[in-house]
């Protein structure tokens, strides 16, 4: 089977499910953006020198192809994303919270390689979030995969400033001028 079909080339591509939608359809967008951040996960993933990081990513990414199928599909049946998952997720940022310094200021994202990879990947998520939301407004989208992709964002946060904190790599706080 050819990677190419040629489907695509008048702009339509088709949902799971069959249904035929222009590529600018919202639902693209949404899932498009989830596909973005994995791809971004996948970069922090190659950085990472923490297996537990490594772990806790790649169920992400695994997560993420859930999710993306569940946008993709108009009506079709699919996996959904775990409520689960969401506490699970809360568990790890308060772990990781637990040995930070408490943050009182706006950080400028950067910091370490692997850090700096972590803020972008959370820049990436909270767009994909909003496009989610921004689907929400106009289709019925499961509320457990908005939740989901907060926490992420969140995580990814966390992690980046950790990152940070271990290696002994100073946060850069912002002030307005």
């Keep these: 089977m050819r990677i190419y079909t040629k489907f695509g080339d008048k702009g339509n591509t088709s949902l799971l499910g ?9 639902r693209l967008e949404a899932y498009g953006a989830v596909d973005e951040l994995n791809a971004v996960l996948g970069i922090v993933v190659a950085f990472s020198e923490k297996r537990s990081q490594v772990d806790s990513l790649s169920r992400i990414q695994n ?10 599909s108009k009506g079709a049946k ?12 809360e568990s790890e940022i308060d772990k990781i919270e637990a040995d930070l310094p408490p943050l009182h200021h706006f950080i400028v994202p950067g910091g370490s390689k692997t850090a700096s990879l972590l803020h972008l990947a959370r820049t990436v998520c909270r767009r994909a979030e909003r496009t989610i939301v921004a689907l929400s407004q106009k ?38 001028r």
Excluded: C, H
Excluded at 18 to 26: E, L, R
Excluded at 78 to 89: F, L
């Design 18 to 26: 069959g249904v035929t939608v222009p590529k600018s359809d919202p």
């Design 63 to 72: 997560d993420l192809f859930i999710i993306g199928a569940e946008l993709s």
């Design 78 to 89: 699919t996996k959904q994303i775990s409520p689960k998952r969401v506490s699970e997720i």
């Design 139 to 176: 289709e019925k989208v499961n509320p457990d995969i908005i939740v989901y992709m907060n926490r992420v964002g969140d995580l990814l946060f966390v992690l980046g400033r950790s990152e940070n904190y271990k290696k002994k790599v100073p946060e850069i706080t912002w002030r307005s």
